[in-house]
């Protein structure tokens, strides 16, 4: 890894840029990787940065069974807003049906907005199988609305071994407030 520039804690800012780049490793019996390569640019506060940078890892594998074939991902940020544009291909998922995202990428696309009160996050997410819209609140009272749309709900159902044909749509709600916290589905 290496970073250089220069560091402003009083005023909380900084000016640098960094890169990482990781062969093969497994820092733990959980956890491997086959490549990463990280490399970007901060100049700024920590609210209205301006910042770009990329990401690509190979082969990642987490715990719980959870492994990426392939992560690319490119961020770019000014005037408050830092925005994420990411391609998970490979994906597979603990359980019975274990290979059912790894035919085709998924598309992330997120922005966050540090300048404003609440944070406010945009996240999107889209596979063949499923398209995530959410908007989240991430300071304050945080809480969530989202919408999933399903065009065909016959792979997932027979992850739980059932048989289901058509599509659904799902709008939720949920707000963080502690033991009183609540969500609410409507599909």
């Known amino acids: 890894g290496r970073a250089g520039g220069s560091l402003d804690l009083e005023h909380r800012s900084a000016d640098l840029e960094y ?42 594998q987490l ?4 492994a990426i074939g392939a992560l690319d991902a490119t961020y770019d940020g000014s005037a408050g807003r830092i925005a994420l544009h990411a391609r998970v291909a490979g994906l ?31 996240l999107s997410a889209t596979h063949p199988l499923f398209s995530l819209q959410a908007q989240v609140v991430t300071a304050g009272v ?19 071994a059932q048989e289901a044909r058509g599509e659904a749509s799902i709008t939720g709600e949920f707000t963080w407030r502690g033991a009183a916290s609540q969500l609410t589905l409507n599909a």
């Open 142 to 160: 945080p809480g969530a609305k989202f919408e999933l749309h399903l065009p065909d709900v016959a792979p997932l159902a027979a992850i739980a």
């Open 19 to 60: 890169s990482l780049a990781a062969p093969a490793m497994a820092p733990r019996p959980d956890v491997a990787w086959q490549r990463i390569a990280l490399q970007g640019r901060w100049r700024g506060g920590l609210v209205t940065p301006v910042t770009d940078g990329r990401l690509h890892v190979d082969r990642l």
């Open 63 to 66: 715990a719980g069974g959870i």
């Open 92 to 122: 597979q998922t603990p359980g019975p049906q274990a290979a059912l995202l790894r035919q085709n990428p998924i598309a992330v696309e997120a922005s966050i907005r540090l300048n404003e009160a609440t944070r406010p996050l945009q």
